[in-house]
Nanobody, 124 residues
Framework: QVHLVESGGGLVQTGGSLRLSCAAS????????MGWFRQAPGKDREFVAA????????YYADSVKGRFTISRDNAKNTVYLQMNSLKPESTADYYC?????????????????WGQGIQITVTT
């Protein structure tokens, strides 16, 4: 079992930055691929970014490439999502997800564990 807790959300103006953190407890964090997903009001949950177990490989949705950066610190059992140049369309609840070996890195149903989510609101 892996327990995930997101933090760092809030309200930010267009063009601003935020860093989300996801602290993991339970089984060995370093053995899990980690992902960030988001769900805007009235929309399906969508992939944002993912990082491999050692942090050497990252994956991004086209909509966030060049603006968001995912990273992890296995010593701290934490994964981060640095979000720059935020846009109003980035407004959503953001979820941290984990799986030992997701069969489809971009699919939320590939991940066995997820946090409660945290809200990001980008104002104009």
């Amino acid at each position: 079992q892996v327990h995930l807790v997101e933090s760092g959300g809030g309200l930010v103006q267009t063009g601003g930055s935020l860093r989300l953190s996801c602290a993991a407890s339970g089984r060995t964090f370093s053995g899990y691929t980690m992902g960030w997903f988001r769900q805007a009001p009235g929309k399906d949950r969508e992939f944002v970014a993912a990082v491999s177990v050692c942090g050497s490989t990252t994956y991004y949705a086209d909509s966030v490439k060049g603006r968001f950066t995912i990273s992890r610190d296995n010593a701290k059992n934490t994964v981060y999502l640095q979000m720059n140049s935020l846009k109003p369309e980035s407004t959503a609840d953001y979820y941290c997800e984990a799986d030992i070996n997701p069969y489809y890195i971009y699919g939320e149903y590939s991940y066995s564990y997820w946090g409660q989510g945290i809200q990001i609101t980008v104002t104009t």
